[in-house]
């Protein structure tokens, strides 16, 4: 599904196959004399370099990650306190630490994201793999399920509707979908992504706008005003 280019997804990667500069899959060899297990500070600094991110040893990060989550995480905070002076430094390193466990349960990666971000970092891993998850619909839509409520989730759930809406079936069961969302984000998000998706499938001749206008007037009959002018 195309999205329109005059409604960028904020917090969000356009393209699907991209994320953080960093080695996916790292050598396995050891970090400090136990493969990372009880790693003393200094380890953590000689990892990461000092505050140039092009200096971090991103290997020894991906077996932290790969071998011993409770390390990570502490290196991850450790890193945190050591870039706080560099705010936007700090949160571009979270948002490549967190896409070394991209691959875990989502409930698992949400609690990381939510327990160590700090300031914009948890916005900007959060959009990082809502972008590295938009190729696997179900995939997106568990992780988009275990956030917390609030604009990163939103913005989930628009990403979401913009990829899984390709026809007229599929653009009614997102109206439902939206009909019953609970939360004030998720309808936005869900909302946003539906437009936008319909406005795609109007211009690529899927479908004409009084079909669709037919389907926000029925769907959203009672919830008209709190919907707002939804029609094409």
Known sequence: MAILASSPL???????????????????????SHAGVGAPSNTFDSILGGKDLSKVDWDKVGVLAEQNLPEFEKFIDHASVSLQDTPETRDDFFTRCIWFVREREAKEVVQIIEQHGRGQGKKMAYGSLIGAYSEDPGRLKDFIEKMPYGEPRSKGFQRYYIETTK???SFESGLKSLAAAVAPEDRSGIRLGLKMSGGALISGNKATADQLNSLVERTLADQKDQYGDFKY
């Open 10 to 32: 904020v917090g969000c990667n356009s393209k699907k196959d991209e994320g953080p500069t960093v080695h996916s899959k790292p050598e396995k060899h050891a970090v400090g």
């Open 167 to 169: 026809d007229v079936e």
